[in-house]
T-cell receptor, first 113, second 113 residues
Framework: GDSVTQMEGPVTLSEEAFLTINCTYTATGYPSLFWYVQYPGEGLQLLLKATKADDKGSNKGFEATYRKETTSFHLEKGSVQVSDSAVYFCALRAGGGADGLTFGKGTHLIIQP | NAGVTQTPKFQVLKTGQSMTLQCAQDMNHEYMSWYRQDPGMGLRLIHYSVGAGITDQGEVPNGYNVSRSTTEDFPLRLLSAAPSQTSVYFC????????????FGPGTRLTVL
């Protein structure tokens, strides 16, 4: 079945550091890929998405590129802020669009001032 | 728009009790779904619905029932609560099946003693 693997956390960085959170996937067909963010005590919010190979999703300084050849969708940000502290989930929706999203286990990001 | 709303925010049950978690959306979305979030497990799909009168099982449906009598509402019923159902439950909706953004509710934190 479909699956998403992302790096385990917590990831602790200093403010203004460069961020990479790795995400790789296994899926049949041509999935759409997503990054969601969850702030403490809240639900998930869509951060960015890519629907086909080589697409780059971007939002709020975060970027991720859909790499079909490496089945990856790594999240990057050039300079993180304390307000970026949250849990980040990589997810995919199978090409058939049938039954919801498949999520990774989440990466807890902590940014220290 | 209120988006996706869930009630209650917190609930404590005793083993064997039943209850219904409420979910409503005011965006006229066709597709709605329920996930549970457990530490280190990410989110797992419980049930989903592609429209009023139509529901189907996700990855972890056992112990839960759903119905979809209206477009707006998608309640999740626990028939006989068990400690293994202690979790945070999220409801989500998408404009249509296969749509690219799921909107999540704020979650219900359920503890079963």
């Amino acid at each position: 079945g479909d699956s998403v693997t992302q790096m385990e956390g917590p990831v602790t960085l200093s403010e203004e550091a460069f961020l990479t959170i790795n995400c790789t996937y296994t899926a049949t067909g041509y999935p759409s890929l997503f990054w969601y963010v969850q702030y403490p005590g809240e639900g998930l919010q869509l951060l960015l998405k890519a629907t086909k190979a080589d697409d780059k999703g971007s939002n709020k300084g975060f970027e991720a590129t859909y790499r079909k050849e490496t089945t990856s969708f790594h999240l990057e940000k050039g300079s993180v802020q304390v307000s970026d502290s949250a849990v980040y989930f990589c997810a995919l929706r199978a090409g058939g669009g049938a039954d919801g999203l498949t999520f990774g286990k989440g990466t807890h990001l902590i940014i220290q001032p | 728009n209120a988006g996706v709303t869930q009630t209650p925010k917190f609930q404590v049950l005793k083993t064997g009790q039943s209850m219904t978690l409420q979910c409503a959306q005011d965006m006229n979305h066709e597709y709605m779904s329920w996930y549970r979030q457990d530490p280190g497990m990410g989110l797992r799909l419980i049930h989903y619905s592609v429209g009023a009168g139509i529901t189907d099982q996700g990855e972890v449906p056992n112990g839960y029932n759903v119905s979809r009598s209206t477009t707006e509402d998608f309640p999740l019923r626990l028939l006989s609560a068990a400690p293994s159902q202690t979790s945070v439950y999220f409801c989500a909706s998408t404009l249509y099946q296969g749509g690219n953004e799921q909107f999540f509710g704020p979650g219900t934190r359920l503890t079963v003693l």
